[in-house]
């Protein structure tokens, strides 16, 4: 769709209800759902993003598109980016760790949160199908991060005392 981002502006945690809302569970996969969840991928993409939630364009509903990476001790890769229906986390690890984050919906702003090392997802795919995943390090705290959003939890309400950092310019 030409002009996605327009029609799908993102929205900040100023100006959007729907983020301080439980988003609703999607019943049945039509022609509606796929067709947001392709354009949310690549709403994901045009914003820059490495995850973005439905909520965050609006959509009062159970999605998330997300990436996964591999990372090595040089560098970092993209695998690939999936789009999770109505995911839900189903098992956590005792380990927690700091991630430092930043949000789409909150801008020019990066904190520490914990989040679980690992943890195992299971969602629906576009066509229906049940997955699951475990994931760790840095594609745990994406769907970590995602999966809040679709429960009104902004990851503001998690951050680490003083341990903001501004990404504006002065």
Aim: net charge positive; proline share 3%.
């Amino acid at each position: 769709m030409e002009n996605l981002q327009k029609f799908y502006p993102i929205q900040t945690w100023e100006n959007n209800p729907i983020l301080r809302k439980v988003s609703v569970e999607i019943k049945n996969i039509d022609d509606d759902i796929k067709e947001f969840g392709e354009e949310l991928i690549e709403l994901m993409q045009l914003y820059d993003g490495a995850w973005l939630a439905a909520p965050q364009v609006w959509r009062n509903i159970r999605m998330i598109a997300t990436t996964q990476w591999k990372e090595t001790k040089n560098s970092i890769k993209l695998l690939s980016k999936i789009l999770m229906i109505n995911p839900k986390i189903i098992e956590k690890s005792k380990d927690i760790v700091v991630s430092e984050e930043a949000c789409l919906s909150i801008p020019n702003f990066k904190w520490k949160v914990k989040r679980y090392k690992y943890i195992v997802v299971e969602y629906l795919d576009l066509d229906g199908k049940l997955k699951k995943k475990k994931l760790k390090d840095l594609d745990a705290f994406i769907v970590q991060h995602e999966y809040d959003h679709l429960d009104w939890v902004l990851f503001i309400d998690k951050i680490i005392k003083n341990s903001w950092k501004s990404n504006v310019k002065s």
